[in-house]
């Protein structure tokens, strides 16, 4: 997942003072030389004055002390909601108070509950996560409040954090373009952020439960709105972006009803929206976790819950963890933050109507197929294993027959990059474009429709363009100069951010299919 793909790139790339210039591709060695040249000069000869003239920014809950990293003010660490500890644990996120002096924004929060250590290399974490981070260009290309871009982190909603894309790199994606304020916004995860039990669900105003983390979200987005305008950035364009699990939220939040308002335009990348109904996560994931915690036959369910560790609760819940019985952790239809599952909301017209930009990768599902795939029969068995459970006893051998034509092995490499495309097909591509197609029927914004084909180069090229590889480009961390068309996919990569950022507003999609293809 993200995390591999973090270690793949940190593998691939030393970083350094200058490091980060290497982003800059132009067709010109000289040209190249040049910039580095005078970047790094910039850069030394700025940073004395830089420490002892650190950015002060004043929010509403008081000032903020934050850094300057290469051509980018950072702010992080800040929080936008109280400490979701004791008996804050399972509800809403509550305003954080006010404070007084300045308060210093230059180091990272701790990531949220999660296994610890994790395959990212994470050896700490938290339940006092709810934190964001704030990242300005010093030099700006107008004098214009900038468009804001907020970015929700993936790891199945059980792990990561909000700085997995940006640390040690927190210049490159605000630095290169002078033209965005971006925000990472930390939440809670697993069990703790969208536990869905009757106990909880019963001591809530809402009937609801299940869906703490994804409040945490729109509590991220009031504060956006509330005080991006300190910072340089416009609180009538922010565009709400996330990967993997991220997609999925980004998608609960284009139907939600609490996040109308809060945000002008989405981008979905490398997973569609989805959600289950409360009553089902209750029974297959609350319960679950409250009888495997030994509290079920407890006289308060939900305070016996609330006095385990969480250590103990993440334990339990990588244990139970299904999201095909509605064991995953992901946003709940609770009647309240999701009134139905999202892509039903969007087809109802009652969604946010927003531009959006949604794909994924060529071979997204690359992860998802066992390399064991090596025969037909291996082709065959593991096409029943991907469909049976949503055919029921719908003619398996009939269905496998067409796959198989559709997808003949003498246009892959083997049965196993078959099966790639299929999967990848079936989990991503025709999933969204029912969701591209539903969006544009039932609104007049603009839908957008990507599908992102390039690998990286060398021994990284056998991963093709796999989960979520993107990341690399929009993050600015493809620095491969060896790379022939590096200058032409950084101009894409550019094109494919900027797309949601302009003031302008597109032209409406054309008559059916209603889909503008990009």
């Known amino acids: 997942g993200e995390q591999r793909i973090m270690q793949l790139m940190e593998s691939e790339v030393r970083r350094n003072e200058v490091g980060c210039l290497l982003i800059f591709f132009f067709s010109s060695r000289r040209r190249h030389t040049r910039l580095v040249r005078d970047w790094s000069s910039d850069v030394c000869s700025s940073d004395l004055q830089a420490k002892e003239n650190p950015p002060i920014i004043k929010t509403e809950q008081g000032s903020l002390r934050g850094k300057r990293v290469g051509r980018a003010n950072v702010f992080l660490g800040i929080p936008y909601a109280k400490p979701p500890l004791g008996e804050l644990r399972w509800r809403p996120p509550v305003d954080c108070k006010p404070w007084t002096g300045i308060r210093d924004a230059t180091n990272y929060a701790l990531p949220a509950t999660q296994r610890i250590p994790n395959p990212s290399g994470m050896r700490e974490a ?16 107008t004098g214009k409040p900038l468009p804001v871009m907020v970015y929700l982190h993936g790891g199945s909603n059980v792990q990561g954090s909000a700085n997995m894309w940006t640390s040690g790199n927190e210049d490159l994606f605000v630095g290169q373009r002078g033209n965005v304020v971006l925000v990472t916004l ?3 995860l697993g069990v703790i952020g969208f536990l869905a039990h009757p106990a909880l669900t019963a001591e809530s105003s809402h009937h609801s439960s299940g869906n703490y983390g994804f409040l945490d979200m729109i509590a991220g987005l009031r504060w956006v709105q509330k005080n991006i305008k300190s910072f340089g950035g416009d609180p009538n364009r922010v565009t709400v972006f996330g990967s993997s699990s991220g997609s999925i939220d980004t998608g609960s939040l284009v139907a939600s009803p609490l996040a109308r308002g809060l945000f002008h335009r989405a981008i979905m990348q490398s997973w569609p929206m ?8 209750e029974q297959n994931q609350g319960i679950v976790i409250a009888e495997a915690a030994g509290v079920s036959g407890a006289e308060d369910v939900a305070a016996a819950l609330r006095t385990l560790p969480w250590q103990d609760l993440v334990r339990i819940q990588n244990k139970v963890a299904n999201p095909l019985l509605a064991r995953g952790f992901y946003p709940t239809v609770d009647g309240w933050a999701l009134l139905d599952d999202p892509l039903s909301t969007i087809r109802a017209g009652k969604h946010n109507h927003v531009p959006l930009l949604i794909g994924a990768q060529a071979q997204d599902a690359r992860g998802r197929v066992k390399r064991s795939i090596k025969t037909k029969e291996d082709f065959h068995a593991a096409i029943d294993k991907l469909l049976r459970g949503y ?20 246009q892959y490499k083997n049965y196993f990059w078959a099966m790639v495309d299929l999967t990848n097909d079936r989990i991503h591509t025709s999933s969204n474009r029912r ?9 007049d914004e603009p839908v957008y429709w990507y599908i992102f084909d390039h690998p990286l180069t060398g021994e990284y090229a056998r991963y093709g363009a796999d989960h979520p590889l993107i990341n690399t480009f929009v993050f600015q961390l493809i620095r491969n100069r060896s790379e022939e068309h590096t200058s032409e996919l950084q101009s894409r990569t550019n094109l494919v951010c900027r797309l949601l950022l302009e003031k302008k507003k597109q032209p409406p999609p054309p008559p059916p299919p209603k889909i503008k293809y990009q």
């Open 126 to 141: 938290s339940e006092d996560c709810l934190y964001l981070n704030v990242f300005t260009p010093v030099k700006r290309s």
């Open 274 to 281: 989805g959600a289950s109904k409360l009553a089902v996560r």
């Open 435 to 443: 969701i591209a197609t539903a969006m544009a029927e039932n609104q």
């Open 186 to 188: 930390q939440f809670r």
């Open 391 to 410: 055919v029921g006893d719908t003619d398996m051998d009939g269905i496998i027959r067409k796959l198989s034509a559709l997808y003949p092995v003498d």
